[in-house]
């Protein structure tokens, strides 16, 4: 019955049919100000990779030179401070750490190695991840497992899903909730390293079905 259901639940599998773009909030949007304002604050609300950059800076000086990138930094500016395009969020960007700002640099500079300007897709790179790690979509359009801790950043947003999207990602009613005391962190914390409801809906689906057939098979004769 097992293996009967796992056969089910892979049968319900399809493609993606609406890329992230869908479940993003207007950029005006009331709830999207908000998270801007509490990720951009100086503290716990600001990025979870609060990692000391002397740690981290021998990492990516190898990536930088084992993977050709040079030393430019063309996305973030940095150098004790930090100036993103003029879409991207630089309220939030002068809260990140060095460590986050270079990762930045090099996941530009990766993709531009391949001609791809991340400026002008829809890519999430995961900022708390080590650069020696995956760390970018696995294609334009596409996020990504979210989990508590991630910094999930959009790169043609220029600034990280807030908490209510990543929420919204999941497949929860962000518009039936009533969410005005929670910080972005437990936010992310609710939303982070779980099942979308949309995969729950199939996999009970599929138990259902089986057990509906099971039952009936089951039943006395009278």
């Not at 909030?25 to 990779?49: I, K, Q």
């Not at 995969?199 to 006395?220: F, H, I, R, W, Y």
Request: proline residues 5%; hydrophobic residues 35%; contains cysteine.
């Amino acid at each position: 019955l097992v293996e009967q259901w796992k056969q089910l639940v892979k049968s319900l599998e399809r493609p993606a049919s609406a890329t992230l773009e869908a479940f993003l909030f207007d950029s005006d949007d009331p709830r999207v100000h908000e998270g801007r304002r509490m990720l951009a604050r100086p503290g716990e609300d600001s990025t979870r990779a609060n990692t000391d950059w002397g740690r981290c800076e021998s990492r990516h000086q190898r990536a930088r030179l084992e993977e050709g990138l040079g030393q430019r930094r063309p996305f973030t500016h940095w150098d004790g401070g930090c100036t993103l395009p003029d879409f991207a969020w630089n309220d939030w960007g002068k809260a990140q750490t060095d460590r986050v700002l270079d990762l930045m640099d090099i996941d530009y500079l990766r993709l531009a190695m391949n001609n791809i300007d991340s400026m002008h897709k829809t890519l999430v790179w995961n900022l708390s991840q080590n650069v020696d790690r995956t760390t970018g979509s696995v294609a334009p359009g596409i996020c990504p497992c979210l989990t508590p801790s991630m910094v999930p950043f959009v790169t043609n947003r220029g600034g990280p899903l807030v908490g209510i999207e990543a929420l919204s990602l999941q497949g929860i009613p962000v518009d039936d909730l009533l969410l005005t005391r929670e910080t972005e962190n437990q936010m992310s914390d609710l939303a982070g390293n779980a099942m979308t409801t949309t995969v729950v809906g199939a996999c009970m689906l599929a138990a259902m079905t089986l057990m509906t057939t099971e039952l009936a098979e089951s039943k006395p004769k009278t």
